[in-house]
């Protein structure tokens, strides 16, 4: 179990830098989440070819479907963060944890935990004292609700399509098929949201390769081990570090001299209460 959540927050500080990516990489969301899965599928396709894991699933169509929900979710996530900030679009993503605690009793039909609500609202009041939204980035703050809710869905149905599968070969076909989602929309997509071009200059295509193998790869198949051993609700909750890390890494790599007011601290004390306490409950049953 301590391995468990090394690995986790490893995934999470991996996760920091995603935001900082998506604002960084010209392309729209659209295109960059289409690249991104690209480009993960293609590594974990090279990963296999010289592994010795089984080459068929046996209910590839689910993992399909898994990865279209991460494929939507990435495109909200990064559609949030262009349309407002890094900053916004992370803060919305702290609503993840309060979707799974609703979703996932639901979903694996069991009764409402009114102690993950509980923490789960921990972490909101410590995420609202850190951020204030602004009315000018409605249309960002909308998006990023969407983009949290797809998020517990796929978590949730992560962890339940998991089994006994190896994680590099969910992570292949979850990748494989969120791709083919959005090669099948692109004409569509594009037709609403046109650009000049579609083909990445060197330093984006530099950014996604990285976004892919270190963001991407590297993170999920932390995130998929995890989920072996962990719920997805701790999972989500403790992944409400992930604004915090965005905000600080932001501060260091691109400059955004954001004033740590005191609000900043005892938010950031509210944050760690919340994943410490659901550490703390889930080592000790």
């Given at each position: ?61 689910r993992l ?128 609403f949201f ?5 083909l990445p ?85």
């Amino acid at each position: 179990m301590k391995q468990a959540f090394i690995k986790l927050h490893l995934s999470i500080l991996l996760a920091g830098f995603t935001g900082i990516l998506g604002k960084v990489i010209a392309l729209n969301e659209g295109l960059l989440v289409w690249y991104r899965m690209m480009f993960a599928a293609a590594v974990m396709g090279v990963v296999l070819l010289f592994r010795r894991y089984p080459r068929r699933y046996p209910r590839p169509a689910r993992l399909f479907g898994v990865g279209s929900l991460l494929a939507l979710h990435w495109v909200f996530f990064f559609g949030s963060i262009k349309a407002s900030n890094v900053s916004v679009g992370v803060v919305c993503f702290s609503l993840t944890g309060f979707f799974t605690a609703l979703l996932e009793p639901l979903l694996n039909h069991r009764r409402v935990s009114f102690k993950e609500l509980a923490f789960s609202l921990i972490t909101l009041a410590g995420i609202g004292l850190i951020f204030h939204f602004d009315v000018r980035y409605r249309t960002g703050v909308a998006l990023g609700v969407v983009s949290a809710l797809l998020a517990a869905l796929f978590t949730i149905t992560n962890k339940q399509a998991g089994g006994k599968c190896a994680s590099s070969v969910m992570l292949f076909y979850e990748m494989l098929g969120g791709f083919l989602l959005l090669t099948l929309l692109m004409p569509f997509y594009l037709y609403f949201f046109p650009v000049e071009t579609m083909l990445p200059d060197a330093q984006d295509a530099v950014c996604l390769l990285i976004f892919a193998v270190f963001c991407t790869v590297l993170l999920y198949l932390l995130q998929i081990e995890v989920l072996k051993q962990i719920s997805a609700f701790t999972v989500n909750l403790s992944y409400n570090l992930e604004p915090v890390y965005s905000i600080l890494i932001a501060m260091l790599f691109l400059g955004e001299a954001k004033e740590l007011s005191f609000s900043f601290y005892i938010g950031l004390g509210l944050i760690l209460l919340s994943v410490l306490l659901q550490t703390w409950n889930v080592r000790r049953t």
